[in-house]
């Protein structure tokens, strides 16, 4: 179980966002954050606070760490 990758999918459903556009507005390509969806890859320090700014979403709550 990887609870960075689901709750990430989760809050971008929640926020109605397609990873292609998640992706535009975080300045990366569509390929890194399905990479993070599916999890082929986690995010760097810098880029996971970048994520949780645009998603309102906290770090422990994406990385399972709080409900």
């Known amino acids: 179980m990887n609870p960075f990758k689901d709750r990430l999918n989760e ?5 109605k966002l397609s990873q292609n556009a998640f992706a535009k507005k975080i300045f ?3 390929s890194v ?7 082929k890859r ?16 906290s770090a422990d709550y994406l990385l399972g ?3």
């Open 11 to 15: 809050a971008l459903l929640e926020n």
């Open 28 to 30: 990366m390509s569509q």
């Open 33 to 39: 954050v399905n990479n993070y969806c599916t999890g």
């Open 42 to 57: 986690e995010p760097s320090i810098d880029v996971l606070i970048t994520i949780c700014k645009e998603l309102n979403v």
């Open 65 to 67: 760490l709080s409900e």
